[in-house]
């Protein structure tokens, strides 16, 4: 249900990203969680989706989670404001997302064989960098 939720969202805001940065900010986000998730669930089994292996639904969460959370986050991302004020909206998205996770442990949607939550916490802040920058490089193409 919060996927459907998520993606109404992403559908239904003001969109401060044009189409163009939308498709490719949504592709990248979309092929890095596969590629990581591929690497790190399927190759090193460290964590997964429902039950071990590929997973169809697994895949349906990878589908509508990844883009959806990475246009809002770049969407309302404060790139005219000052670096502290970019810093705090990096860790409040991170806190978002390790709460997600964490929670999703609870219900048993995601499962660990040897990850722990304090890599994601450490993780996430890269994550959310690295799609500011993806986003930067697409605009200097431009």
Not at 67 to 90: E, M, T
């Amino acid at each position: 249900m919060f996927f459907f939720i998520i993606n109404i969202i992403a559908l239904y805001v003001p969109k401060r990203l044009n189409k163009m940065d939308i498709y490719a900010t949504s592709f990248f986000a979309f092929t890095y969680g596969l590629l990581t998730d591929t690497i790190l669930d399927l190759n090193y089994n460290l964590y997964g989706y429902f039950n071990e292996g590929f997973d169809w639904l697994g895949l349906t969460a990878i589908i509508m989670y990844f883009p959806a959370i990475s246009f809002l986050f770049l969407n309302f991302y404060p790139f005219n404001k000052r670096a502290g004020q970019k810093v705090l909206y990096i860790l409040l998205w991170s806190g978002f997302s390790i709460s997600f996770e964490w929670l999703s442990l609870q219900t048993g949607f995601f499962y660990y064989n040897g990850w722990q939550l304090w890599y994601s916490a450490i993780l996430y802040p890269a994550i959310f960098t690295s799609l500011i920058m993806n986003l930067k490089l697409i605009n200097s193409f431009k």
